[in-house]
T-cell receptor, first 115, second 114 residues
Framework: DGGITQSPKYLFRKEGQNVTLSCEQN?????MYWYRQDPGQGLRLIYY???????QKGDIAEGYSVSREKKESFPLTVTSAQKNPTAFYLC??????????????FGPGTRLLVL | AQSVAQPEDQVNVAEGNPLTVKCTYS??????LFWYVQYPNRGLQFLLK??????LVKGSYGFEAEFNKSQTSFHLKKPSALVSDSALYFC????????????FGKGTRLSVIA
């Protein structure tokens, strides 16, 4: 899990509520990513950011929002528009030199459950 | 578009036997290929990667992977499986243009039986 922390470990969401998952890294990595993991579906990309104050949608961005105000932080908000948010959420980071060879390192994950 | 296929949802192997977890990829140009392992309720741990050069890549915990360009495969192998190797394994690919997130396969669950 290295220098990437995610909190909380478990998060409960009520209907209609927005919740925010935290991701912090002390690896001085430029790029950060959010993935969603569901059983049998592997990892699906929600959002990613290659530089501060910039981010791009991934394959399943609907119902989610992010910000990248600091290099070390990339919080993910699960909005009420996300109708099926129950999943394991994984944050990752990498030192992107533009060459594509860099390894992505992952945090320990946050499990989101709906009450 | 880049894609990865892991054709087996589950692989069972006896302890002490060799193991193979299969991965095939599709990408334009030369690929960058990665293997990760995930234990229950944990994040993914990096095992090894192929960038260029020798087709046989050695990684953590005695794992290795063989890059085969003609078959577009990157199978994960270990000569002698341990019960502690039981976990979920993911193959991932990135194209040569860089600056793009990894694309992951759906994962293969490895069970090593004592």
């Amino acid at each position: 899990d290295g220098g990437i922390t995610q909190s909380p470990k478990y998060l409960f969401r009520k209907e209609g509520q927005n919740v925010t998952l935290s991701c912090e890294q002390n690896l001085n990595h430029d790029a950060m990513y959010w993935y969603r993991q569901d059983p049998g579906q592997g990892l699906r990309l929600i959002y990613y950011s290659q530089i501060v104050n910039d981010f791009q949608k991934g394959d399943i961005a609907e119902g989610y929002s992010v910000s990248r105000e600091k290099k070390e932080s990339f919080p993910l908000t699960v909005t009420s528009a996300q109708k099926n948010p129950t999943a394991f959420y994984l944050c990752a980071s990498s030192d992107e030199g533009g060459r594509g060879r860099e390894t992505q390192y992952f945090g320990p994950g946050t499990r989101l459950l709906v009450l | 578009a880049q894609s990865v296929a892991q054709p087996e949802d589950q692989v069972n192997v006896a302890e002490g036997n060799p193991l193979t977890v299969k991965c095939t990829y599709s990408v334009s140009g030369n690929p960058y290929l990665f293997w990760y392992v995930q234990y229950p309720n944990r994040g993914l741990q990096f095992l090894l990667k192929y960038i260029t050069g020798d087709n046989l890549v050695k990684g953590s915990y005695g794992f290795e992977a063989e890059f085969n360009k003609s078959q577009t495969s990157f199978h994960l192998k270990k000569p002698s499986a341990l019960v502690s190797d039981s976990a979920l394994y993911f193959c991932a690919v990135r194209g040569p243009s860089g600056n793009t997130p990894l694309v992951f396969g759906k994962g293969t669950r490895l069970s090593v039986i004592a």
